[in-house]
């Protein structure tokens, strides 16, 4: 499975943006799907994720109730959408794919994740 995500961008404090994860490869729906960041100084942090089926999602307690991931197996695509960015929120944005027989409780842990996409710069200016 190649990943590679896209849609990030300069967004103002408060504002929403929505990031994509577009896969390649038909067994992209055997796989979980996880969003990580990373900041500049920091180490690389989970976000959310979602199952194969997208039928759970799990989110870093950080981000809950602002960030929300979905994926449309049929474009072979996974989102972010995140609303109510704030400047802590500024990293670089990468998608994974973790295999599917994972619970989703486990899906924070970077090491299970087979497939990493390229990342995508989000600055939220304050």
């Known amino acids: 499975v190649q990943l590679q995500a896209s849609g990030g961008g300069l967004v103002q404090a408060g504002g929403s943006l929505r990031l994509s994860c577009a896969a390649s490869?038909?067994?992209?729906?055997?796989?979980?799907i996880g969003w990580f960041r990373q900041a500049p100084g920091k180490e690389r942090e989970f976000v959310g994720a979602?199952?194969?089926?997208?039928?759970?999602?799990h989110y870093a307690v950080s981000v809950k109730g602002r960030f929300t991931v979905s994926r449309d197996n049929a474009k072979n695509t996974v989102y972010l959408q995140m609303n109510s960015l704030n400047p802590e929120d500024t990293a670089v944005y990468y998608c994974?794919?973790?295999?599917?027989?994972?619970?989703?409780?486990?899906?924070?842990?970077?090491?299970?994740?087979?497939?990493w996409g390229q990342g995508t710069l989000v600055t939220v200016s304050s």
């Open positions: 490869g038909r067994t992209f729906s055997n796989y979980g």
């Open positions: 979602i199952t194969r089926s997208g039928g759970s999602t």
């Open positions: 994974a794919a973790v295999p599917s027989f994972y619970s989703i409780d486990s899906y924070n842990y970077g090491s299970l994740y087979d497939y």
